[in-house]
Nanobody, 126 residues
Framework: QVQLVESGGGLVQAGASLRLSCAASGRTFRHYAMGWFRRPPGKELEFVAAIGWNGATDYYADSVKGRFTISRDNGQSTLYLQMNSLGLEDTAVYYC???????????????????WGQGTQVTVSL
């Protein structure tokens, strides 16, 4: 059974940095693409970043490009999201996700993902 557990969220001031982690278990982590999504307060779920199964492809939402970096540590079965220069607009619950099919490239579409974590709250204040 695939399990994804996010951590690293918190309350930070604008301009600060945070690193989110997503610990995966239940299958061979290195065979699967991974993604980060977020749900801002009162808004729909939106794509943040994705990384392909072998790390050769990545994809970012325009709103985070140049500030956020997605990475993976296959030895630790962990996905990361380094978030720099955080702004109020980054306040959201952040979720990691992964598809059912192996050996796929980075995908920005929500429909491409089948397994989701429980989320971690990121709150950015002035």
């Amino acid at each position: 059974q695939v399990q994804l557990v996010e951590s690293g969220g918190g309350l930070v001031q604008a301009g600060a940095s945070l690193r989110l982690s997503c610990a995966a278990s239940g299958r061979t982590f290195r065979h699967y693409a991974m993604g980060w999504f977020r749900r801002p307060p009162g808004k729909e779920l939106e794509f943040v970043a994705a990384i392909g199964w072998n790390g050769a492809t990545d994809y970012y939402a325009d709103s985070v490009k140049g500030r956020f970096t997605i990475s993976r540590d296959n030895g630790q079965s962990t996905l990361y999201l380094q978030m720099n220069s955080l702004g109020l607009e980054d306040t959201a619950v952040y979720y990691c996700a992964t598809p059912t099919s192996p050996f796929t490239n980075a995908q920005p579409m929500r429909a491409a993902y089948d397994y989701w974590g429980q989320g971690t709250q990121v709150t950015v204040s002035l």
